[in-house]
């Protein structure tokens, strides 16, 4: 039973992550003006948090995995809603999906309880490195998509054809499956989580600043991979895909490794990151122009790596500020920030670019504050500091005109080709 449990988390993961190699598809179908992006994003937030305390209660009523079935089979109509947007154009029914995701998805509740109802769902199997290779497979996944299939919309039919099954497997599983008593006591309750940030300082908000600006840095500029690929490079989907699917092993296996090497809470390799953090801002304006090697090693090198080693070095600083009864309850609330700030983070980005209109440096005015307040928060490791830094960057920048790129740029591009290029002088 637990296999199918965790199958249906990794089919659960490919239904809904695939579609982000073939943004550039949805964005072609539904073309979505700054508002019409800002209020998709606050249909799944706003009733997210709403609907979160019901839904903990619909699950411990009747039992995790009955209420995680309901969930996907909601999740699989607003994927079938989604296709119809995709296929007539609709601004309204794409909305509407958004807004029946923020009601009745809670995916990661309702797995949680299920875990510790069925008695082997987690045995002989590691659910989070399972979710992180569905999570790569779905970049790839959704890649294939967009160049094998007709069109999104008959893609995105396929996706939801996937999540129903799922959710009426998971409907017959718990018909047939027994479960632990009280399996729901080990889990705590949405109403125990709000209780406890209710009575906290706001002490833990200069803890996960720094992580919280990493994550929302790295979001910023990564979420505009995939028109940048499509774009610029004009590459075919599944590179595209494979391309998403490198950033996210970038994150999950190869920046834990990193910071297992040099240690939590390495200065040194603080320092670094945060400069390569703020070169990458800086350069972001220029880095399309000399060609996709270059793209693909400088947003690696100068933003995917180390955006991600930052994170993980602040997060375990920050989580290990709290009491040993506090943990769990702390973990949750970085993750509820770190998500927030990063679903936030895009429409940000938006907003500058809509504001400045065609100034080639506006993804530069976004992150660049960003990154200078994440330097300003590393080296006099004050919050305030940061708070002053982030506006009065985004001011001057905003108002200053940009700089000249091929006046910066182009020497410093012929000679770095040129010392590549040298050739050692023959011999006599």
């Not at 009733?47 to 839904?55: F, G, M, R, V």
Request: charged share 10%; hydrophobic share 55%.
């Amino acid at each position: 039973m637990g296999v199918v449990l965790n199958l249906a988390t990794c089919i659960d993961t490919l239904a809904n992550a695939s579609a982000l190699p073939i943004v550039t598809l949805h964005s072609a179908a539904v073309p979505l003006s700054l508002w019409s992006l800002a209020m998709a994003q606050a249909l799944f937030f706003f009733p997210q948090l709403w609907s979160s305390l019901i839904a903990d209660r619909f699950a411990r009523r009747f039992n995790g995995i009955t209420a995680y079935a309901a969930t996907l089979l909601a999740t699989a109509i607003s994927i079938l809603v989604t296709a119809n947007a995709l296929r007539e154009h609709s601004l309204f029914l794409y909305l509407l999906a958004r807004l029946m995701n923020g009601l009745f998805r809670h995916t990661s509740l309702f797995a949680a309880l299920a875990i510790h109802e069925l008695p082997d769902a987690s045995k002989g199997c590691d659910a989070r490195k399972l979710s992180r290779v569905s999570l790569i497979a779905a970049m790839v996944f959704g890649g294939a998509l967009g160049d094998y299939v007709a069109d999104v919309a008959a893609a995105t039919d396929i996706l939801a054809v996937m999540e129903f099954a799922t959710a009426l497997a998971l409907m017959f599983l718990s018909f047939t499956c027994t479960f632990r008593s009280k399996a729901g006591n080990a889990v705590p309750t949405v109403k125990a989580y709000k209780n406890w940030l209710m009575k906290q300082s706001s002490h833990w908000i200069p803890a996960f600043a720094p992580s919280a600006l990493s994550a929302s840095y790295g979001s910023m500029i990564q979420c505009m991979y995939p028109f940048i690929d499509r774009n610029f490079f004009h590459l075919d989907y599944v590179y595209i895909g494979l391309h998403m699917a490198v950033l996210i092993a970038v994150q999950v296996f190869l920046a834990p490794f990193v910071v297992k090497r040099y240690g939590e809470r390495n200065p040194w390799m603080i320092h670094i990151c945060a400069t390569f953090l703020f070169l990458g801002a800086w350069t972001s304006p220029w880095v399309t122009n000399n060609g996709l090697v270059l793209y693909l090693c400088m947003t690696l090198l100068l933003t995917d790596l180390p955006a991600a080693v930052l994170e993980l070095m602040f997060s375990s600083a920050a989580e290990g500020d709290f009491k040993a009864s506090e943990k769990g309850f702390a973990i949750t609330l970085h993750r509820h920030v770190k998500q927030t700030l990063k679903q936030w983070s895009r429409i940000l980005l938006v907003s500058v670019h809509t504001m400045l209109g065609n100034r080639e440096d506006a993804t530069r005015v976004a992150t660049m504050p960003i990154a200078m307040g994440l330097v300003a928060l590393i080296f006099t490791r004050q919050t305030s500091a940061a708070l002053i830094v982030v506006p009065l960057a985004a001011w001057v920048l905003a108002t200053s005109p940009p700089l000249d790129g091929e006046a910066i740029w182009t020497p410093f591009m012929s000679q770095l080709r040129s010392m590549i290029s040298v050739r050692p002088t023959d011999g006599p």
